[in-house]
């Protein structure tokens, strides 16, 4: 008598569906009204290339919701500078004002976010799909990652001021520093390290979590 194999995978939560939905009305949102529609469209790219692989590996390699969560407000930040253009985010004159700022620094947060975020991302996918432990180790490759993340980002930036000269202003948004570079970059690097510092003990939680449930799935397939 043949048995019929079950598909035991794991199925996508409810939450990521719900992060998706309220990142999709989200990014409509952003794109009404934006202040230069060019300019949205190279600020909000990541996410018409990041959520359909995520979508693609949800059910194959679902993350940990700490790595959703984070995915789903790096996509905001972006959509909210896309929409105004970085340099013109009312959240970056609040701070400029506040504390006595030479310019608006929301586009700092962006990068910081660019360290931030891929740093839990990065760290899950070492620790899921290689043989690295946690330790010094993998704390430095992955900080070495996004900060390589970061400057391969600074090369699309450059490329794109190439190409298209001043009118590539408003997504660069430099706003005359000559060190914006590096201070994207050193950004992005204190970001990583910092989410490192922070969340790793939360990450190695959920990690166990989801392996736990994942080998369980592994052991309820019918093998016959």
């Known amino acids: 008598m043949t048995e019929i194999a079950i598909d035991r995978r ?6 990521p569906i719900f992060l998706l939905t309220v990142g999709v009305i989200c990014l409509v949102i952003s794109a009404i009204g934006a202040t230069e529609p060019g300019t949205w469209i190279l600020e909000v790219f990541p996410i018409f290339l990041g959520v359909p692989v995520l979508i693609a590996t949800a059910r194959r390699f679902p993350l940990t ?7 789903f407000l790096h996509a905001l930040i972006l959509m909210v500078g896309g929409h105004y253009t970085y340099a013109k985010v009312p959240l970056g004159y609040w701070m400029r004002d506040a504390l006595h700022l030479a310019r608006n620094n929301y586009d700092r ?3 910081f976010a660019q360290g931030f975020v891929p740093a839990v991302i990065v760290r899950e996918i070492l620790l899921r799909r290689t043989a690295l432990t946690r ?10 990652v996004c900060l390589a993340i970061s400057a391969c ?9 190439v190409v298209g000269g001043s ?5 660069l948004g430099t706003q005359g520093d000559m060190w914006d570079t590096q201070w994207d970059m050193f950004t992005a690097l204190c970001g990583a390290i910092i989410s490192q510092l922070l969340l790793s003990r939360v990450h190695d939680r959920q990690l166990a979590s989801l392996l736990a449930r994942d080998s369980q799935a592994d052991g309820d397939r019918p093998t016959g």
């Open 109 to 111: 947060i962006g990068h």
């Open 65 to 71: 919701p700490l790595a959703y969560r984070l995915i």
């Open 167 to 171: 009118s590539a202003d408003a997504f």
């Open 10 to 15: 794991p199925t996508i939560g409810r939450e």
């Open 135 to 144: 330790g010094k180790w993998l704390f430095f490759l992955v900080t070495c």
């Open 153 to 161: 980002y600074e090369f699309i930036e450059w490329g794109t001021a």
